[in-house]
C-alpha cells in the first residue's frame, strides 16, 4: 500500500524562497571568513571572492534554472542528469548525495550546531578514554565524543520530525529563518555603527596589483566561500511538492540566491571593518574559534558573545532541517526509478518519503563520526562540483536534443553564462585535487564506490522484470 501514494503539490513560490535561502544560511556565514584571511592576507582580496563566488554561484544558479524549469519534478538533479545523460550518470549523482554531498552537508551544520551549544551550555564530557582510537591515522571517531554524540542527536531528532510531515518541517524552516535574517541584520546594524577605528591596511585596492595572491591560492579560498553558497540546488529535490514547479522553482532559485549574495557581501564587510586580517588569520590557525563570534565581542562583550552564539545554533538548527527535508527526495525518486533500494520508495501516511529520510539520517550520522567540519565542506565541494558542470552542460545538450520544447525560463547569457560555468567548474576540479588532496581522495572514492552498487541493482532489477514477465 505504501507505494501507492504519491507526493503532495503544497508549496507556493514563497516556501520555495524560503527554501533556497535556508539551505543555503548556514555555517559559512560565520566561519568561512578566517580560512579566506589565512589564504588571501588581504580584506579587499577577501571580498571579491565573496564577490566572484557570488557571481560564478548566481551563473550556476541561472543555468540550473532553465533545466528545472523544462524538467523539473521530485528529485532535482537526479531527474535532470537521467534525462540528460543516462540512467548510470544520474545514479552517481544520486549515489554521491547520499554518501557524501547532502549526508555531509547535514552533518557538518549539525556539527557546528553542536559547537555552538558547547560554547552556551559545556556538554559532559564522553567516552574520553577512546579519544586517541583512530582508524588508518586518519578518522578519530571518538574525538570531541561529547559534540559529535550531540550533533547525532540532532539529525535523528529533526530527521523524526520532518517523517511527521512535510508542513511540519517546512513551518520550522520559515520560522527559523526570519529569526536568522533578523539576528544578521543586527550584526550588520550595530557592527558598522560601532566602528571606532578600521582595521589598517583596509579594503586597500593596491593589495589587487601587489601580487601576493595567486589564481590557485583565490580559487582554494573561494572553496570556503562556495561551500557558504551551497544548497541552492536543492530546492528542485522537492519539485514534486511544489505548486507550478516549472515557473516557480526557476523564480525561486534566482530570487533567493539574490537575496543571499546581499546577505553575505554586508555580513563579511562587517567582520572585516571590525577584525584585522592577523587576527582573522589567528582565529582560523587556533581551531576553535569562529570569526563572527569575535567580531560580535569586539563591539558587544560577553553578552554578544551569547547572542552570536544562539544566532549560529538557530541558523545552523534551520539549515540542517532544511537539508534534511529536501536532502531525502532524490533517493525516493531513484528508488522509484529501480536505482536504489526498493524500501526508500516508501511513502508514509503523512505523506513523505520516510525510509529515506531514515537511511539519509543514519548515514549523516555516521559521517558526523568520521572527520572534522572544514574536512567535510571541502569533499563535499569537490564532489558536487562535479555535477554542477554536467547539468550546466545539460543546458547546451537540451537545446539541440529538444529545440522546440517550451522553456518558461530561459538562462540569461546564453551560450557565454553556462560555458564560463562550465569551465571555472574543471579547473575548480583539479585546482582541489591540487590544494586539497587527501578530501579529493576521499571524495573521488565515496563517489566511484557507486560503481559496484549500480551494476548489483541493475542486476537484480533485469532479474526481477525476467521473473515477473
Known sequence: MGNQRNLIRTLGLGYVVIFVVANIIGSGVYKKVAPMAAELHSSVWI??????????????????????????????????????????????????????????TISSLAYVFAQSLNSIIPLPEILTSLKDFTIGGIFFPFQDFNVKFTAILLILLLTFL??????????????????????????????LTNISTLPPNYLNLADLSAGTVTVSSFFTAMLAAFWAYQGWVSVGFIGGEIKDPTRNIPKGIVMGVFVVILIYL??????????????????????????????????????????????ILITTLGCTNASILTGSRPYYAMAREGLFFSGISKINKASVPSNSLLSQGIWASILVLSGTFDQLTDMVIFAVFIFYGATTLGVFILRRKMPDAHRPYKVWGYPYVPA??????????????????????????????????????????????????
Open 420 to 469: 564560463f560555468y562550465i569551465i571555472f567548474c574543471i579547473f575548480l576540479f583539479f585546482n582541489t585535487i591540487i590544494a586539497r588532496p587527501r578530501e579529493a581522495a576521499i571524495g573521488m572514492t565515496l563517489i566511484l564506490s557507486g560503481i559496484p552498487v549500480y551494476l548489483f541493482l541493475k542486476k537484480r532489477y533485469s532479474d526481477k522484470t525476467a521473473k515477473d514477465s
Open 162 to 191: 520532518n517523517i511527521s510531515g512535510l508542513k511540519s518541517g517546512a513551518w520550522v524552516s520559515k520560522a527559523i529563518l526570519w529569526l536568522v535574517v533578523t539576528g544578521l541584520s543586527v550584526i550588520v546594524v550595530f557592527g
Open 266 to 311: 554586508l555580513v563579511n564587510l562587517t567582520y572585516i571593518s571590525l577584525l584585522s586580517i592577523p587576527q582573522l588569520t589567528e582565529i582560523h590557525n587556533s581551531g576553535n574559534q569562529i570569526a563572527a563570534v569575535e567580531a560580535v565581542r569586539s563591539f558587544w562583550g560577553t553578552s554578544g558573545v551569547l547572542f552570536i552564539s544562539l544566532l
Open 47 to 104: 571580498l571579491l571572492a565573496w564577490i566572484v563566488g557570488g557571481i560564478i554561484t548566481l551563473f550556476g544558479a541561472l543555468s540550473n534554472a532553465e533545466v528545472a524549469g523544462l524538467l523539473a519534478d521530485t528529485g532535482g538533479e537526479f531527474v535532470y542528469l537521467k534525462k540528460i545523460y543516462n540512467r548510470f550518470f544520474a545514479f552517481m549523482y544520486g549515489w554521491s548525495l547520499f554518501t557524501i554531498i547532502q549526508t555531509a
